[in-house]
């Protein structure tokens, strides 16, 4: 029914910029809180940021001051503008949306975008 879709992750030097996209669809009647989490290797997936319908974000202390998330209501979209990137920063991407449907309130997981950092 719903579908979230990252794109947007690749290969960046130390310092470059990558901006992450997630598109939900399907039957949507709205969407409440979107945002991102990420998983490296052997660690545990851990929240990066996260905005509500009435644009109140959070980041993880790790990225304030280098991301940016923000949301598109008219597309159903969340972005990730992610500067000044550190190879610590090398993970897996996921998008995460509460959405109301017709026949429930649930929580959706895209199936994640891969970020590298590395020169």
């Known amino acids: 029914q719903v579908q979230l879709v990252e794109s947007g992750g690749g290969l960046v030097q130390p310092g470059g910029s990558l901006r992450l996209s997630c598109a939900a669809s399907g039957s949507i009647l709205g969407i409440n809180a979107m945002g991102w989490y990420r998983q490296a290797p052997g660690k545990e997936r851990e929240s990066v940021a996260r905005?509500?319908?009435?644009?109140?974000?959070n980041y993880a202390d790790s990225v304030k001051g280098r991301f940016t998330i923000s949301r598109d209501n008219a597309k159903n979209t969340v972005y990730l503008q992610m500067n000044s990137l550190k190879p610590e920063d090398t993970a897996v991407y996921y998008c995460?949306?509460?959405?109301?449907?017709?026949?429930?309130?649930?929580?959706?997981w895209g199936q994640g975008t891969q970020v590298t950092v590395s020169s």
């Open positions: 905005i509500t319908s009435g644009l109140t974000t």
């Open positions: 995460n949306a509460q959405v109301l449907t017709m026949r429930k309130v649930g929580d959706y």
